[in-house]
């Protein structure tokens, strides 16, 4: 599991916490401060989700040469 070196969460913990947090905003759609956080929860899922592709390929780079695939 990744963990965002900055903050502290991974990938999933973010994911898991806004799906709750975007169930109850359907409930409460009128919230300016749920919708809000539910905003700033996608940003964060995206900024997580690029941190860990980044990883990835630089995990993929280090890799010898005869493991990659052309």
Do not use: K, N, Y
């Amino acid at each position: 599991m990744h963990q965002d070196i900055i903050r502290g969460r991974s990938v999933e913990m973010v994911r898991a916490e806004l799906s709750a947090v975007e169930r109850e905003a359907s409930f409460r759609a009128s919230d300016e401060a749920l919708a809000a956080h539910v905003r700033h929860l996608r940003l964060e899922h995206a900024e997580a989700r690029v941190a860990r592709q980044r990883e990835l390929e630089a995990a993929l780079l280090d890799l010898p040469t005869s493991f990659r695939r052309s």
